[in-house]
């Protein structure tokens, strides 16, 4: 399937955004799907993954902060983040583990 993110924009530190990871095809056989960041001039770097069934896997440095969730139904996997930082901004990511990767969607918070 070929993935693509949206949702980016720019906030004040503090404030939240919803990302979301659409799929072209069906994600119910897809058991692992994660979303990634790449900040400027470093590299991407993993910030959550969550299993077919549900099961949720974060970073440390976004735990308490972020939630990634998927709607089988809808094809979509979705990332909230809340209390976002500067040190967040960057290009997120979301991927299927299986080689597919979405577009990006730039993420820039402000303080």
């Known amino acids: 399937v070929q993935l693509q993110a949206s949702g980016g924009g720019s906030v004040q530190a503090g404030g939240s955004l919803k990302l979301s990871c659409a799929a072209s095809?069906?994600?119910?056989?897809?058991?692992?799907m994660g979303w990634w960041r790449q900040a400027p001039g470093k590299q991407r770097e993993w910030v959550a993954r969550?299993?077919?069934?549900?099961?949720?896997y974060y970073s440390d440095w976004v735990k308490g902060r972020f939630t990634i969730s998927r709607d089988n139904a809808k094809n979509t996997m979705y990332l909230q983040m809340y209390s976002l930082k500067s040190e967040d901004t960057g290009v997120y990511y979301c991927?299927?583990?299986?080689?597919?990767w979405g577009q990006g969607t730039q993420v820039t918070v402000s303080s």
């Open positions: 991927g299927d583990y299986r080689g597919s």
């Open positions: 095809g069906s994600i119910l056989s897809i058991a692992l």
């Open positions: 969550i299993t077919s069934g549900g099961a949720t």
